[in-house]
């Protein structure tokens, strides 16, 4: 009797995982929207009994819940907080960005900005906030915004001065 056929290649199962809706996380953006409207709320969430650690303990950079804070501090430690950290440094792509690459506009380099870990939850309850900060490469031209150049509108001086 013949083997039932199988659907995808033996060698897809890395690619199988990732399509799988079940372990789908948050998008960059969305952790940056997240970022910008009250991160402290997310830090102190109202009892959920469905999620792990009843909602107490979460990552906002990594947007998953842990069981106990020491749990969440073993989390900051490993490589994939760190990772998510280094990718949420690049400002997201955003509806403008894509008009500019359409031509409606001068491109700009997204911003690098700096990341640091969320506070532990005794932090926060001193007052200690998530900070979000930005920085500019002032010694890379490349780095800058191009719609700072200034524009030529007349050509006769130009030409008269080469």
Not at 33 to 48: G, M, N, T, Y
Not at 51 to 76: M, S, W
Not at 79 to 95: D, F, G, M, Q, S
Not at 104 to 131: H, N, W, Y
Request: with cysteine.
């Amino acid at each position: 009797m013949p083997y039932a056929r199988k659907k995808m290649h033996s060698g897809d199962t890395h690619l199988r995982r990732r399509w799988r809706l079940r372990n789908r996380r948050k998008d960059l953006d969305e952790i940056d929207a997240d970022l910008k409207c009250e991160p402290e709320k997310l830090l102190k969430q109202e009892i959920d009994l469905d999620k792990p650690g009843f909602g107490q303990f979460y990552c906002i950079h990594c947007a998953t819940y842990y069981i106990n804070d020491q749990a969440l501090q073993a989390h900051f430690r490993t490589k994939v907080h760190k990772r998510r950290l280094k990718a949420l440094e690049i400002e997201p792509y955003t509806i403008e960005d894509s008009l500019r690459a359409a031509g409606q506009g001068s491109f700009v380099q997204p911003q690098k900005r700096k990341m640091e870990t969320q506070p532990c939850l005794a932090d926060v309850e001193q007052g200690k906030r998530i900070k979000v900060d930005t920085v500019m490469d002032e010694e890379k031209p490349a780095k800058q915004e191009l719609s700072k150049v200034k524009k030529v509108t007349d050509y006769k001086k130009v030409l008269e001065e080469l």
